[in-house]
């Protein structure tokens, strides 16, 4: 029974340059969700989505970013035109449809470290 | 804006010792409360908290949400040296489902 899976586990990218983070959810997950870790600091919620739907993209700036997560396919962060700042690790998780007052845990994958050079 | 605050930021302890990390919280549309575990990698699940009151347990590992007080605790008894990591707090919240974290707590187990 995998886990969540995220790939690469390390890119690195020039400034300007585009980066793409993939996931794929644990088996029977429908709900993925990118968090931001930048150094020395805790997580932070970027985008929630489901199959071909954004349902909270709160955290994401608002220039750059974007995300998606194709009816068939991993869920894909792209971050175009990167910048220094963009260095973090991204971790991507996953859960069950979360329904009326029933909530789920979230299971994380390994995440990516995006070094910008 | 909701708030997430861990106690203490960081702590060593000798193998053997029994230790208690806090969390506290404010948040507006209160969900359930989620421990992770993070070493090098990914943040690893521990528990969910939805009560007040009820004790989890897992091994070594406990804790306990109290609402009324806004915080919980997590309990590690006989800690090894396999148990230093950063312990993160999540709150769940609101409709979306997003977790807010705290910046954890950094414990070292020492021989």
């Known amino acids: 029974n995998a886990g969540v899976m995220q790939n690469p586990r390390h890119l690195v990218r020039r400034r300007g340059q585009e980066a793409r983070l993939r996931c794929s959810p644990m088996?029977?997950?429908?709900?993925v969700y990118w968090y931001r870790q930048l150094p020395e600091e805790g997580l932070k919620f970027m985008v929630y989505?489901?199959?071909?739907?954004?349902?909270?993209e709160s955290g994401m700036p608002k220039e750059r970013f974007s995300a998606e997560f194709p009816k068939e396919g991993p869920s894909i962060l792209r971050i175009q035109q990167v910048v220094r700042g963009d260095s973090a690790a991204y971790f991507c998780?996953?859960?069950?449809?979360?329904?009326?007052?029933?909530?789920?845990?979230?299971?994380f994958g390994p995440g990516t470290r995006l070094t910008v050079t | 804006e909701d708030k997430v605050v861990q106690s203490p930021l960081s702590l060593v302890v000798h193998e053997g010792d029994t230790v208690t990390l806090n969390c506290s919280y404010e948040?507006?549309?209160?969900?359930?409360l989620l421990w992770y575990k993070q070493e090098k990698k990914a943040p690893t699940f521990l528990f969910m908290l939805?009560?007040?009151?009820i004790e989890k347990k897992s091994g070594r590992l406990s804790s306990i949400l109290d609402k009324k007080e806004l915080f919980s605790i997590l309990n590690i008894t006989a800690t090894q040296t396999g148990d230093s990591a950063v312990y993160l707090c999540?709150?769940?919240?609101?409709?979306?489902?997003?977790?807010?974290f705290g910046t954890g707590t950094r414990l070292q187990v020492t021989l």
């Open positions: 999540a709150l769940n919240t609101g409709t979306a489902s997003k977790l807010t």
């Open positions: 998780a996953s859960s069950l449809q979360p329904g009326g007052a029933r909530t789920y845990e979230q299971y």
């Open positions: 939805t009560s007040s009151g």
């Open positions: 989505l489901q199959k071909e739907n954004i349902i909270d």
């Open positions: 948040v507006t549309n209160f969900r359930s």
């Open positions: 088996k029977g997950h429908s709900h």
